[in-house]
């Protein structure tokens, strides 16, 4: 038994050849998929640094720190 074939449970390992896609289609499919992904993070991560209100969290401080007085 080949150390480099199998998992520490036994199992078999699929290789990376055996996983990549084999027709032109599914590649350009694959590929299609991950940049919609990647542009859907990016975008999410762009409006929220744009969107970002840094003070909106300061009425909760203000009431965990009350609270935090009130039980000590």
């Not at 199998?6 to 499919?29: D, I, N």
Request: aromatic share 12%; no cysteine.
């Amino acid at each position: 038994m080949e150390r480099t074939g199998f998992e520490p449970f036994g199992e078999q390992l699929v290789s990376a050849t055996e996983v990549q896609p084999k027709s032109r289609a599914s590649k350009l499919l694959l590929r299609a998929g991950t940049t919609l992904f990647w542009s859907l993070v990016a975008g999410i991560v762009l409006a929220r640094a744009a969107f970002f209100e840094p003070g909106i969290y300061d009425g909760f401080s203000r009431m965990a720190s009350l609270a935090k007085n009130l039980i000590f």
